[in-house]
């Protein structure tokens, strides 16, 4: 009974025709990512993350967002973006950009990550499958991947902002040409110095990611598998493990990555998307990884902040 109340409410709350009938192509709680934004930014599970993230981001990190008006409000989009090596960042970033923009990004997770997490469906995410988000992207929705997944997070702090993309990650290319929307590179400054972990610190510190990443290299047959799955499992739950430091963060939207699938290949977008995204991150974060730098940023925004409020209301006042 409660399958049918929650297929029928789903149904009932996607308005537009052309979009319920894209949603109808997959499960119901697929169909929950075809939802209104208004609609998923009211659901329990997307509140209780404003109470945990959004005010934490405003209030101890200053988030802000510079250069949404590069994308286009009444057109789908994909952006993507690098991993950081804590994750604490993803669902944050989503919340608060909701608040921001008033827009829901959809978000394209690994499979396994849902299956152990199927509650971020609540949040507009979905397994990461081309057809669901070509339909997404068809229906108008603005979506985020990030393509070098797991791999990227875990090349150690010394690759902290180094787009480290495996060969094989072209997918996303092939899903925003199909849907003919843009590319849009995204970056957090500082995002690696909101969090730190003691346990990947010291895995760090000895080098054992660097190993780990060259093992990995070598595709010796069951042995690298094997290693992929548990390696990532095991980063996974050292995650959970972290002490929040008060960094600014900045969200930078890029300018939309060109392509032209008559004269290009998918090769070359993904070499140029990559490209995109890693000048992006040069551009606004010049000193690599410094939890100084970090911490320094967020008392001058402070500072700013302070001076300027006491400063108007003194105008006022007079």
Known sequence: MEFVDMKKKTDENIVDPDIREEAHRYSVRTRMAFLPDKILGDIWYF??????????????????IVGMEKV???????????????????????????????????ALVHRQVMFFFPFL?????????????????NSGFWVVVIPGGVEEAMVGHENAYKVCWPENRKGFVHVATQANVPIIPTFMANQEEMRWNPILFLWNLLGLGRLYSSIL????????????AVGGLVWFIMTWIQI???VQLTLY??????YDMSKDTIDDVVERCRCSLQNLISQHQPHGKSYRNAVKQRIESLRNFWKGYIFGTIEKMQ
Do not use: N, W
């Open 47 to 64: 509140r209780l993350l404003t109470l945990f993230y959004y005010y934490a981001f405003t209030y101890i990190h200053g988030f802000q």
């Open 253 to 258: 939207v890029g300018d939309p990555v060109q």
């Open 217 to 228: 290299k070598l595709e010796i047959p069951f042995l690298t598998p094997f290693l992929h």
């Open 121 to 137: 469906r609540l949040m507009g995410c979905v397994p990461g499958k081309r057809d669901t988000a070509v339909s997404l992207l």
């Open 72 to 106: 286009d409000p009444e057109q789908g989009c994909l952006f993507i973006s690098r991993h950081s090596t804590h994750t604490a960042d993803v669902q944050a970033t989503l919340v608060s950009t909701y608040h921001k923009t008033g827009r829901v990004v959809r």
């Open 244 to 246: 929040p430091i008060p």
